[in-house]
C-alpha cells in the first residue's frame, strides 16, 4: 500500500469561484519511508492570483506560476493521477482539500474526471485535535477548543528538526523548487507526514 500525503494551496475557500495554485504530496510506503514526492503547480490568466487574503497565505506570485501555464492540463491529470483510489492524508484534508478538489477538478474540466474515486483518507486534524488540546490544557490550565493548526502540531511533538530533515529528502524528488516553511503546499505535505509518522508510533492511528 501506498500512502499521499498532500496539501493544495488555493486562491480561496470556495472552488466555484477560487483555483488551485500548488499540490504538494509526499508518498510513502506501508514502513514510512518516502518513496516519491513533488510539486503541481496551476496558473491561467485569469487565476486571481493576487487575492490579498490569499496570497499572504500561499506567497505565490504571478511570476512564480507563469512558467506552469503550459503544463496547466498535464498537471490536472496529474492531480486526478495522485487521488485516484489512493490512501490519502492530509491535514483537514477531509473537510477542505478533497472536497476542493473534487469540485475544481470537476469546474476546470467539465465532462472528465466524473468518476473520481478515493479508497481511503486519513486527516491528521481528526486524530490530533483531542492530543492538541489536551497538551494545551495542562500547559496553560485552561480549557481548550482549538482544533490546532500543523505548526501547533509540529511544535507539540518536538518535530521542527525532523520536518526540515524530511523536507530536503522530499525536496529531492521533487523536480520544481518549492518555499521552505509552512503554508508551502510541499512543506505542509512533508509537515502532515512526520505528524502522521509519530502518531502511528502512539497508535493514534493505524494502516
Known amino acids: ?24 504530496f509526499v508518498r510513502a510506503n506501508e514502513e514510512g519511508k518516502i518513496i516519491n514526492a513533488g510539486n503541481l503547480y496551476y496558473y491561467q490568466p485569469e487565476f486571481n492570483v493576487e487575492k490579498p487574503d490569499a496570497q499572504r497565505v500561499h506567497g505565490l506570485t504571478r511570476e512564480k506560476l507563469l512558467p506552469y501555464e503550459e503544463d496547466y492540463k498535464k498537471n490536472l491529470a496529474g492531480l486526478y493521477t495522485l487521488l485516484q ?13 478533497i472536497p476542493f478538489c473534487k469540485g475544481w ?16 483518507t486519513c486527516d491528521v486534524q481528526t486524530v490530533m485535535k483531542s492530543h492538541y488540546q489536551l497538551y494545551v490544557e495542562q500547559q496553560t490550565g485552561q480549557r481548550c477548543t482549538s482544533k490546532g493548526t500543523l505548526e501547533d502540531y509540529v511544535r507539540m511533538l518536538n518535530l521542527g528538526d525532523f520536518v526540515k530533515k524530511m523536507y530536503d529528502i522530499a525536496q529531492g524528488f521533487a523536480k520544481d523548487e518549492a518555499r521552505a516553511g509552512f503554508h508551502d503546499a510541499l512543506y505542509d ?19
Open 1 to 24: 500500500m501506498v500512502l499521499t500525503f498532500f496539501d493544495i494551496e488555493t486562491t480561496g475557500f470556495n472552488f466555484r469561484d477560487d483555483d488551485i495554485l500548488q499540490v504538494g
Open 189 to 207: 505535505a512533508v509537515a502532515t507526514y512526520c505528524v502522521w509518522l509519530v502518531a502511528r508510533q502512539q497508535n493514534w492511528v493505524t494502516l
Open 105 to 120: 477538478l470537476t469546474k476546470v474540466c467539465p465532462g472528465y474526471f466524473t468518476n473520481l474515486t478515493i479508497f481511503r
Open 85 to 97: 483510489k489512493g490512501y490519502i492524508v492530509g491535514k483537514n484534508s477531509d473537510a477542505f482539500d
